[in-house]
């Protein structure tokens, strides 16, 4: 039975995770591709810059899923130009054409991508972490929330993306995240994380992420 179980593991497809930009991760089976965060406004508020070349994808199905509407996450004039679909809290989906929205519930399928949504808090905006299940990897994406709690609480992720400020805060609570790799996102161009060791990781544009 475990050689079964490691050739099933071995015969998923391929997921490329790659990082863009502050909390823009774009995942792709080839087939499908889901971009985290994006596109924002290049460089708003001192984070990083990319080329508008980014603003592309290597597969004729997209979805955008956006965890808020600060436009270090999400620049409604640029999503326009793409042939996208987009998914996001609703004060984020508001005024777009509705065949471009996907409707998000607690759980949600896109293709061969699950997503659950969790309501998070920051800012007084609308804002969403999100667990991605795809070809059995399980992705967690933080967004901006100061709340751990969700994350603190998820079980069994091959890969946490989580703010700089996450996860220090759960350090200090002594919560283990429970994931294969934890990926540091939204941090400055350059900058340190010194507590990231271990299975930890903080990325620089267009690096890749191992996602099996």
């Avoid at 708003?44 to 509407?69: D, K, N, Q, V």
């Avoid at 065949?99 to 969403?128: C, K, S, W």
């Avoid at 069994?156 to 283990?176: I, P």
Wanted: with cysteine.
């Amino acid at each position: 039975m475990l050689a079964l179980g490691l050739v099933a593991l071995l015969q998923r497809p391929a997921l490329d995770v790659r990082f863009v930009g502050n909390m823009a991760v774009a995942v792709t089976d080839g087939a499908v591709t889901l971009v985290t965060d994006f596109p924002y406004e290049s460089g708003y508020s001192g984070y990083m810059t990319y080329a508008p070349a980014e603003i592309r994808s290597g597969t004729s199905t997209t979805l955008a899923l956006i965890t808020h509407r600060h436009r270090d996450h999400w620049e409604r004039s640029l999503f326009s130009g793409t042939n996208w679909k987009f998914a996001g809290p609703s004060d984020v989906t508001a005024g777009l054409p509705a065949d471009r929205v996907v409707a998000l519930t607690a759980t949600t399928t896109f293709g061969p991508v699950t997503i659950e949504r969790f309501e998070t808090p920051h800012a007084n905006v609308g804002h969403y972490s999100y667990i991605v299940t795809w070809h059995g990897r399980r992705l967690y994406f933080s967004g901006d929330t100061e709340s751990g709690d969700s994350l603190a609480a998820a079980k069994n992720l091959d890969v946490a993306f989580v703010s700089t400020w996450m996860y220090r805060a759960l350090l200090r609570r002594g919560v283990r995240i429970d994931a294969r790799r934890i990926v540091i996102y939204h941090h400055h161009p350059g900058e340190r994380v010194a507590e990231c060791a271990d299975r930890c990781v903080v990325p620089a544009q267009g690096d890749r992420i191992e996602g099996r």
